[in-house]
């Protein structure tokens, strides 16, 4: 146990160096939301009161991600506290993120399909009630610029997603820890106050 504690103590400062930049960066992010943001994914989906576990929801229909809602045991200690409420944390900052960019990607795709049907004389509607549309090629344009206007935004996404697994994921390494220890402490106390075999 000595050396995964010391083991421990090294990684402490990384990681704060790591939930400080996340912090930040996620400041600056809710700072600079448009106005048009996606409302806060809410889910209608409850899962039984008696339920022991996690449950996964049905998907938001802002980011099309599922939510997890996940299960408070009465005993829960501060280290598992901790993780619950960084996972919780990590899946609405996952939740936000999606659902703000999806609709981003509709309204620029809506206006590059109205720009383009325009530069044709055509309409996005039309009379029998169908929508006018582009082609594959067509729209390969669209996503090509897309893709490459929020290149950034995606890249720096995909750091700040490690980063959180990262925590998680150590995080849950030390719940682990402590609840074998915590098992074999339990049977260690049961073992000392068990009566004495008498000698035959």
């Known amino acids: 146990m000595a050396?995964?504690?010391s083991g421990a103590r090294g990684?402490?400062?990384p990681l704060r160096r790591a939930f400080s930049a996340c912090s930040r960066l996620l400041a600056a992010e809710r700072g600079a939301e448009r106005k048009d943001a996606a409302p806060r994914p809410v889910s209608g989906f409850c899962p039984p009161r008696k339920s022991c576990h996690d449950?996964?929801?049905?998907?938001?229909?802002?980011s099309?991600?599922?939510?997890v809602h996940f299960y408070i045991p009465e005993n829960e200690s501060?280290?598992?506290q901790k993780l619950r409420k960084l996972r919780q944390e990590t899946q609405e900052w996952n939740q936000q993120f999606w659902a703000n960019q999806n609709l981003t990607f509709n309204k620029e795709k809506e206006e590059f399909i109205h720009s383009r049907l325009k530069a044709k004389g055509l309409r996005r509607g039309s009379e029998t009630g169908q929508k006018a549309t582009?082609?594959?090629e067509e729209m390969a344009d669209f996503y090509k610029e897309?893709?490459?206007k929020n290149f950034q935004k995606h890249m720096y996404y995909n750091r700040d997603w490690y980063k959180r697994n990262f925590a998680i994921t150590f995080f849950m390494g030390k719940v682990?820890?402590?609840r074998i220890w915590n098992r074999l402490r339990q049977k260690q106390k049961l073992g000392s106050s068990s009566p004495p075999r008498p000698s035959s």
């Open 134 to 136: 582009l082609n594959a």
């Open 11 to 13: 990684l402490r400062a």
């Open 78 to 80: 501060p280290l598992e």
């Open 64 to 67: 099309n991600l599922r939510p």
């Open 55 to 62: 449950w996964i929801g049905p998907p938001d229909k802002h």
């Open 3 to 5: 050396s995964l504690r």
């Open 146 to 148: 897309f893709l490459s």
């Open 176 to 178: 682990a820890l402590e």
